[in-house]
């Protein structure tokens, strides 16, 4: 079954988790690219110089082959496992999770690791507003101007977003369609026969 929307979060959001003196503080982040995910770790990094771990999840897309959890030198498992678990859990994507670890001078044991970085991230996606999205599909669109506004017409009927236009007597517009009106969108516009659509790259 092909899947139409997913849920990621609003807005980045942190929570705190202390235990034995060790503090756990965990930021959620919505994300789009692996060039964001590694923004936002380098910007932890830096902003907590004297922190001793910077453990990560995240997944990415709607297919479930994008993710990746990283302990960041704690015990294998004990750290990027239980933060991604805690994604999963809420049944999120395109979001990433960053636990940053203040060692308080006692071990807790990979138990006590795996309860500290599971609770923090669940606290932090506690807070954080869970809102739902369209999978989404770029389509390119090709008219002579009398038909442009028929063109956009039909983008408005199905709630498809138009991101570049270029108008002139050969009209051009990038559409992003979401994908659930994706087969009727198309077929509107190829039945008007002054509309060309490609669905696989842009016009030349």
């Known amino acids: 079954?092909?899947?139409?929307?997913?849920?990621?979060?609003?807005?980045?959001?942190?929570?705190?988790?202390?235990d034995k003196g060790s503090r756990f503080i965990a930021y959620a982040y919505p994300v789009r690219t692996a060039a964001e995910i590694k923004h936002y770790v380098g910007v932890l990094r830096e902003e907590h110089r004297k922190a001793r771990h910077w453990c990560y999840a995240y997944r990415l897309g709607v297919d479930n082959t994008q993710f990746r959890a990283n302990d960041d030198g704690e015990p294998s498992g004990s750290a990027g496992r239980p933060i991604l678990g805690?994604?999963?859990s809420c049944g999120l994507t395109d979001v990433l999770v960053v636990v940053v670890r203040y060692f308080g001078?006692?071990?807790?044991?990979?138990p006590g690791l795996i309860h500290a970085y599971k609770t923090a991230a669940a606290d932090a996606l506690a807070v954080a507003q869970i809102v739902e999205k369209n999978?989404?599909?770029?389509?390119?669109?090709?008219?002579d101007y009398?038909?442009?506004?028929?063109?956009?017409?039909?983008?408005k009927q199905h709630q498809a977003e138009i991101l570049e236009q270029d108008l002139q007597?050969?009209?051009?517009?990038?559409?992003?369609?979401p994908l659930a009106a994706f087969e009727a969108c198309v077929a509107a516009w190829q039945h008007m026969r002054q509309i060309e659509v490609d669905?696989?790259?842009p016009f030349e």
């Open 105 to 110: 001078g006692t071990l807790l044991g990979v």
């Open 169 to 177: 007597l050969d009209c051009r517009l990038t559409v992003k369609l």
């Open 1 to 18: 079954m092909t899947v139409t929307a997913y849920k990621t979060i609003a807005v980045p959001v942190e929570a705190e988790f202390k």
């Open 199 to 201: 669905v696989e790259k």
């Open 86 to 88: 805690q994604i999963d």
């Open 135 to 143: 999978v989404e599909k770029t389509v390119w669109i090709r008219c």
């Open 146 to 155: 009398p038909a442009l506004n028929d063109a956009i017409r039909i983008v």
